[in-house]
């Protein structure tokens, strides 16, 4: 019996090392700024990650209470405890504990406002109808939809007729986007800006007010999943996307806001992104655009099929114009993504409420990098 206690000690010291090594491992790595893909997609479980490490960090307590630690590991758990930390300080913006970026509408008028649909609805998904329903009830000036297929715009026709502009690009590669809108669109266009199998969305949309603003709707390729169609050298189909056409669709996007000037604009989409990674803070930077979950929750939108694996990955950014009215995940139906609703209120005066994300000449140099290199592997 004792010695059975004794191994399973040893088992569990030695499991607790390995973890520790593997979870300050998982947290060093995306510091390093690079595109590749295995380490990009280490960004994204951040919450996973803290959890673990804190059940890794009372592991530690538990072994010093069964016995003495070795000095290796008082090191090991001192090394988990930084990690710890680092994690949390990425994740703390996205709760209430900290100040919001994006502050709160208390116009009563709603003739500036605008309310955005988001939804990667799965090419594969076939409830149609839940998405109607959806539409219906929280009825949104603007439907912007991702993963669209030919099906599926079959499937929402006479959706028109409440939303008489509309900008279409389905696509059978996972890539399709869908506009609808009762607001007037000047201008729309479907382009390709780095990828020529990846389109993304720009118009101008006039309020009730009359107001102009600048929308911009995308869903760039995510790291870490093979392009369809393609072959590696060992005839495998596609080799591991990294981030490189990723941010360097998202950049251009806020390299034009930034050129734009003084100009209300909105991004929405599923960036394939979380919200706390370098790239997305990069990208704020760079645009100058505010993220209305800071300082109100991570709201995680991937996986709808997962609670332990979801981040936030389905996104509305704004120029500092605007404060916000509503951010709002809504019901799961059907897709492995969940809806988004956002309205937002222009506001003249909305810029002097608001700090707008500057960017420092480290930043224009690492945005003109990832752009040249997202075309380039183009």
Request: proline share 6%; charged share 25%; aromatic share 8%.
């Amino acid at each position: 019996m004792i010695a059975g206690g004794k191994a399973l000690h040893v088992i569990f010291r030695v499991a607790v090392g390995l973890l520790s090594v593997a979870l300050v491992y998982a947290t060093a790595i995306p510091i390093v700024r690079s595109d590749t893909w295995w380490i990009r997609v280490l960004e994204f479980p951040r919450v996973q990650i803290a959890a673990l490490l804190a059940l890794v960090l009372a592991s530690y307590v538990a072994l010093r209470l069964w016995g003495q630690l070795r000095p290796w590991e008082y090191a090991f758990a001192a090394v988990v405890g930084l990690s710890l930390v680092w994690q949390l300080m990425s994740i703390v913006p996205y709760t209430a504990l900290y100040p919001t970026e994006m502050s709160d509408s208390r116009a009563e008028d709603d003739s500036n406002r605008i309310s955005l649909l988001i939804y990667n609805v799965l090419h594969d998904n076939r409830e149609a109808a839940a998405l109607r329903d959806l539409i219906r009830d929280t009825d949104p000036d603007v439907v912007l939809l991702s993963e669209t297929t030919q099906w599926w715009l079959e499937q929402l026709d006479g959706l028109e007729d409440d939303y008489p502009y509309t900008l279409f690009q389905p696509q059978e590669n996972n890539y399709g986007l869908l506009l609808y809108s009762r607001l007037e669109l000047e201008d729309p266009e479907i382009r390709f800006l780095i990828d020529a199998e990846v389109p993304s969305i720009r118009t101008r949309v006039r309020l009730r007010s009359r107001t102009m603003v600048t929308l911009y709707g995308v869903h760039p390729r995510p790291p870490g999943v093979r392009p369809p169609g393609e072959e590696n050298d060992s005839g495998i189909e596609g080799d591991r996307e990294d981030s490189d056409t990723r941010d360097a669709e998202l950049l251009s996007v806020a390299n034009e806001i930034r050129e734009l000037g003084d100009v209300p604009a909105i991004v929405g989409g599923d960036l394939n992104n979380v919200a706390w990674s370098y790239t997305t803070h990069l990208f704020k930077r760079i645009g100058g655009l505010l993220d209305p979950r800071v300082g109100r929750g991570v709201i995680g939108t991937f996986s709808a099929r997962s609670r332990i694996l979801r981040v936030p990955m389905d996104h509305v950014f704004a120029s500092q114009h605007f404060f916000l009215v509503e951010l709002r995940r809504l019901p799961n139906i059907g897709s492995d993504h969940f809806p988004l609703l956002v309205i937002l209120d222009y506001d003249p005066g909305a810029s002097a409420a608001h700090e707008e994300p500057q960017p420092d000449a480290g930043n224009e140099q690492d945005a003109e990098e990832a752009i040249d290199e997202g075309k380039s592997d183009d």
